[in-house]
């Protein structure tokens, strides 16, 4: 491939572990992948998460870290007798020189049943290594066979530290990156880069490189790349409002929600799509606050906040913006309680503070018939569907996490909780 033609981002490629940007929780010395690759036990996994994370980074480093032969696919584009032709060929170089084959699948959640069926053998017998990359949950949208089987990581989207650090590292690189041209990049524009990549480096390598090549030098043959040249280098609108704006009208947007205020809901959740704020974030934070906010007292906001997330993935725009607006303006008028999240913190306090408990003898898997309880578990349906026993531990036995409140339907629910009445 023609060098001048291969884009920033594959250039300044990782190719070890000390290079690699971000996602501490995976690659630190204390996590389990680290240990498990110094320890050479990791096998096949999953890697997933939001796009220029550096999933397939990761994968490729693994496999050098570990002197292994490594086989690219992508889902997309291969099938079954490709995946079978890596696997003989894996098989071959096993057998007769002792080389490991890692397998690394690009958009593995694309591959069917079938395609999936092929692999497992040869992961379970060792023939490869299987590392799949993919956007989308796994646990959801892979055959439950392929994810059994592997190890699962999930990618955060980089910091905006870490997509910082990594442009300073393009424009000085000069073996790699865009060192050897005579760039100054204004603080404000690396800034712009940042905020306008959502904490996809990939997409942030692009836009530097496209606002550099398009620059031309000025009179003392500097490329200058200012602010108004990076707006017009990213494949997003120029954003009417800053980091800090921008994080005040999202929460505004949600506090809204909360306060039951339809109208300034719809605002701000139009403000920040038109100012070029993706409408995925503007759904997931409604969907958070259908439970957080109004919860019990009206069930159906989160089932139509969920599907018009759904609808606005499958749509796209303009049309998804219709379900959405349908779900916000649901979402402002239904009755608001916060006792889901009360009962969510109240759980998991007790969780971190009662580690020693024992389940209760009756409830446990084997039970049997001595005195310690054993064998006493009531079965609800003999009893019309509710029968009155112990399911806590000892002693968080009188515990309440969930308190119904008075709102709408919710309040159906404290005369059955409270007076045992079903």
């Known amino acids: 491939m023609d060098e001048k033609r291969v884009p920033l981002a594959e250039k300044m490629r990782p190719t070890k572990f000390d290079d690699f940007v971000g996602q501490e929780h995976i690659v630190s010395k204390n996590s389990l992948l680290y240990r498990a690759i110094k320890f050479n036990t990791l096998g096949s996994c999953i890697f997933f998460g939001p796009p220029g994370t550096g999933k397939t980074t990761l994968a490729n480093i693994i496999a050098n870290t570990l002197k292994a032969k490594y086989v690219k696919l992508n889902a997309v584009t291969s099938g079954v007798s490709d995946a079978k032709q890596v696997i003989e060929r894996a098989r071959a170089d096993k057998a007769l020189m002792g080389t490991d084959t890692f397998l690394i699948l690009d958009e593995c959640h694309r591959w069917s049943k079938a395609q999936s ?27 439950r066979a392929i994810v059994s089987r592997c190890r699962v990581f999930e990618f955060k989207p980089l910091s905006s530290g870490d997509i910082k650090k990594a442009l300073k590292k393009a424009l000085i690189d000069k073996e790699k990156g865009l060192g050897l041209l005579n760039v100054q990049c204004d603080e404000d524009a690396l800034d712009y880069f940042v905020y306008a990549s959502g904490g996809d480096l990939r997409n942030a390598l692009n836009s530097l490189e496209l606002a550099v090549m398009t620059t031309p030098m000025n009179r003392t043959k500097i490329i200058h790349v200012n602010i108004e040249i990076a707006k017009q280098s990213t494949d997003k609108k120029a954003l009417s409002m800053d980091e800090n704006m921008y994080y005040d009208f999202l929460s505004a947007f949600c506090k809204s929600i909360r306060g039951s205020d339809d109208e300034a809901a719809l605002y701000y959740s139009q403000r920040l799509i038109k100012a070029g704020c993706d409408p995925m974030i503007i759904a997931r934070r409604l969907v958070a606050h259908c439970s957080e906010d109004i919860g019990m007292a009206d069930s159906n906001a989160l089932l139509l906040a969920v599907s018009a997330m759904y609808a606005l993935e499958k749509m796209g725009l303009p049309e998804g913006l219709i379900p959405l607006t349908h779900a916000i303006i649901y979402a402002c008028e239904a009755e608001k309680s916060n006792s889901v999240i009360v009962a969510l913190h109240k759980a998991e306090d007790d969780a971190l503070n009662f580690t020693d408990n024992k389940v209760p003898n009756h409830l446990k898997n084997h039970p049997s018939t001595n005195k310690d309880g054993h064998g006493k578990y009531k079965y609800p349906h003999d009893f019309g569907g509710y029968v009155k026993q112990q399911y806590l531990p000892d002693s968080l036995k009188d515990r309440i996490y969930y308190q119904p409140s008075k709102n709408g339907k919710e309040k159906n629910l404290i005369r059955k909780k409270f007076r045992g009445d079903f």
């Open 117 to 143: 069926d092929c692999v497992l053998e040869a992961i379970e017998d060792g023939s490869i290594y299987f590392i799949g990359t993919t956007t989308e949950n796994p646990y959801t949208s892979m055959t």
